[in-house]
């Protein structure tokens, strides 16, 4: 029996195998409590961050912009991870003074703000370079106040108050908390918006990481609050500390694992950036102001001496992100205005190629029917007549055998023209196959005025084409058929006219299987008065 071998993961082992080897030192009897603490607050994390920095910068070449943009900004949020680390383990043996323990929290900071900054990069959609600058601009912007302003809210009003607040913990607990729980939506809706297997797993990685902080941290603010026992470092506790390592590892792991080729969609596949309504993502940061202030003061997080500042500052935010919210819903309109623009010139453009010869940018075949069927409608209610001239071209294929078909191409588009030139805006000038085309007049008095309209058209092709220097010479042979005597609908019509033109050639007219329905194939339309002018196209 033969059964399919799993591939294994190496980077997969490789973590395993990194954080049982980290985790040893917290297990062994042999140390000492101060060592064990060491160990566990300045070097146990440090190899992990290395190895998903590494990872994260060993992708792929060749890849889009917004996703460089995503592994280079959550590089830089791990790398000042990093720093904070060795900065602790540099200072470790030094009293704890306000300055160090701040500019730790500030390092911690940084780093969750460059993953805010990651996220909006937003790399599993295809955004425009508009949508890159303007909308992701102001996101970016929204996203650096918001982590601005808890910092000043709930670490720098606290020292202000009372310096002795902070050693509590309360405060940097706090922030991180409230950080940890906004990445985790971000995450969330990341994740449900991706469409490739790639991004769903980067995505979900990073949430079980944000979401193991989040409960983490909540649990050591509780402990520093006096409200959970305390462990204290180094204990089989800090164990826990190595789940989030573990998901960030895994989730840098995706740029570089091979996805199949079924879960991978190209990038001109991948779904259009959704234009959020509103700015919902500075919404979403306000409503976490909002909550924040409410929470803090219920919680008896902080002394009620500090509210007056706490508001002041939470004013100043919401403003702030009001602000933007505005700028963002101006910047959404502008951007669907010119969408709506492109639409329906789109539109237009597909209806008018749908319509007209891509050549000569004459009437079609079907145009010309449409037309042709309104015009005999108008013509029976005014108990008017109607011509139908149809046009072959004499020789033409010579001209393509001796010239070449840029100059048989340039010749079509000449006699185009000079047949539209002849007629008037009512009346429509069509091609309606390789050397034939068709011209409808209304309003026509009689059979003598349309047989003079037809001799005007072919004297039209008196005067040579010219072709790079050399001019050709064309004839034509034209047919005329009038409505009502000739016929009463378009396929008649154009019956009446291409026999009328074969006999005056000189010739019988080809053979045709059923005339009618040779003539139903006709997709080109119709004019109205006749001073010479420019037929409709």
């Known amino acids: 029996m033969s059964a399919r071998r799993r591939q294994t993961d190496p980077v997969a082992l490789a973590t395993v195998g990194l954080v049982a080897a980290l985790a040893l030192p917290l297990l062994v009897p042999g140390l000492s409590s101060e060592a064990r603490a060491f160990y566990s607050d300045a070097l146990s994390s440090a190899p992990l961050l290395v190895l998903a920095i590494v990872l994260m910068q060993r992708g792929r070449a060749g890849v889009e912009l917004g996703e460089r943009s995503f592994w280079n900004l959550l590089t830089v949020s791990t790398g000042f991870w990093l720093v904070q680390q060795l900065v602790l383990g540099a200072t470790y043996s030094l009293e704890d003074s306000l300055p160090l323990s701040l500019t730790q929290d500030l390092l911690y900071t940084a780093s969750y703000l460059f993953v805010v900054l990651a996220l909006d990069a937003r790399p599993h959609l295809r955004l425009g370079a508009e949508e890159r600058r303007g909308l992701a601009a102001l996101r970016r912007g929204g996203a650096f106040a918001f982590v601005l302003g808890l910092v000043v809210y709930l670490l720098w009003v606290p020292i202000a108050a009372d310096p002795e607040s902070y050693w509590a913990g309360a405060p940097s607990f706090s922030l991180y908390v409230v950080l940890d729980g906004y990445l985790v939506l971000r995450l969330l809706a990341a994740r449900r918006e991706s469409t490739a297997r790639r991004w769903r797993a980067a995505y979900g990685w990073l949430l079980a990481s944000y979401a193991a902080w989040t409960v983490l941290d909540a649990v050591e603010g509780l402990m520093w609050a006096g409200t959970l026992p305390d462990t204290g470092s180094g204990s089989p506790w800090d164990l826990f500390w190595f789940v989030p390592l573990i998901a960030l590892v895994m989730a840098a792991r995706t740029r570089t694992k091979v996805f199949s080729e079924s879960s991978e969609q190209p990038a001109a596949a991948r779904r259009d950036s959704p234009a959020p309504s509103s700015g919902s993502p500075l919404v979403v940061l306000a409503l976490l102001v909002a909550l924040v202030h409410l929470s803090v003061y219920n919680l008896g997080l902080f002394d009620a001496s500090m509210r007056r500042a706490h508001e002041w500052v939470a004013f100043g935010l919401l403003t702030v992100l009001g602000a933007l919210v505005f700028a963002y819903q101006r910047a959404l309109e502008r951007r669907n205005r010119r969408l709506d623009e492109e639409r329906r010139a789109a539109l237009a453009l597909v209806e008018h190629q749908a319509l007209h010869d891509p050549l000569t940018n004459l009437a079609n075949r079907r145009l010309f029917s449409e037309r042709a069927e309104r015009a005999i409608v108008e013509a029976s209610r005014r108990r008017e007549r109607l011509a139908l001239v149809f046009v072959d071209l004499d020789d033409f294929k010579a001209i393509n055998d001796r010239f070449g078909h840029p100059a048989g191409d340039e010749v079509l588009r000449r006699v185009g023209e000079r ?119």
Do not use: C, W
Request: charged content about 30%; hydrophobic content about 40%; aromatic content about 6%.
């Open 419 to 537: 047949l539209a030139a002849q007629v008037r805006t009512s009346d429509t000038v069509a091609r309606v196959g390789g050397d034939e085309f068709v011209v409808l007049l209304t309003n026509v008095h009689d059979r003598e005025t349309a047989e003079r309209l037809a001799e005007k058209l072919r004297r039209s092709f008196d005067r040579p084409f010219a072709f790079a220097g050399t001019e050709l010479a064309l004839g034509a042979s034209l047919g005329v058929s009038v409505f009502p005597e000739d016929g009463g609908d378009p396929m008649r019509l154009m019956a009446a006219a291409d026999a009328a033109m074969y006999r005056r050639k000189g010739a019988r007219p080809l053979t045709r299987e059923e005339p009618a329905d040779a003539v139903g194939d006709i997709d080109s339309g119709g004019p109205e008065a006749h001073e010479p002018g420019s037929a409709r196209s």
